[in-house]
């Protein structure tokens, strides 16, 4: 098993930019590839970023392509979400995901989510 919680969401204005956290706890989280998701109301949950264990393999979403960017730090067990340029069609719930395979792209844990939201 693995435990994620998300912290650094919050109320921003378009333009700015947020820093999204993601603790791992549990079983080895540095073995597992990491993704970050997000849905926003009315709409499904849709894939942003993710990386692998190693953190030498990263992929976003077109929407956020150059805008955002996930890191990892295994020593600290955590991965993070750098947004920049924020927009309001970016204001969801973020949740952080863990899964076996960076190559399947499928995540097995999930954390709670943080709420962002990106004034006008």
């Known amino acids: 098993q693995v435990q994620l919680v998300e912290s650094g969401g919050g109320l921003v204005q378009a333009g700015g930019s947020l820093r999204l956290s993601c603790a791992a706890s549990?079983?080895?989280?540095?073995?597992?590839?990491m993704g970050w998701f997000r849905q926003a109301p009315g709409k499904e949950r849709e894939f942003v970023a993710r990386i692998s264990s190693s953190g030498r393999l990263t992929s976003y979403a077109d929407s956020v392509k150059g805008r955002f960017t996930i890191s990892r730090d295994n020593a600290e067990n955590t991965v993070y979400l750098q947004m920049n340029s924020l927009k309001v069609q970016d204001t969801a719930v973020y949740y952080c995901a863990a899964g076996e395979s960076y190559v399947s792209g499928t995540f097995n844990y999930w954390g709670q989510g943080t709420q962002v939201t990106v004034s006008s």
């Open positions: 549990g079983r080895t989280s540095s073995n597992y590839a």
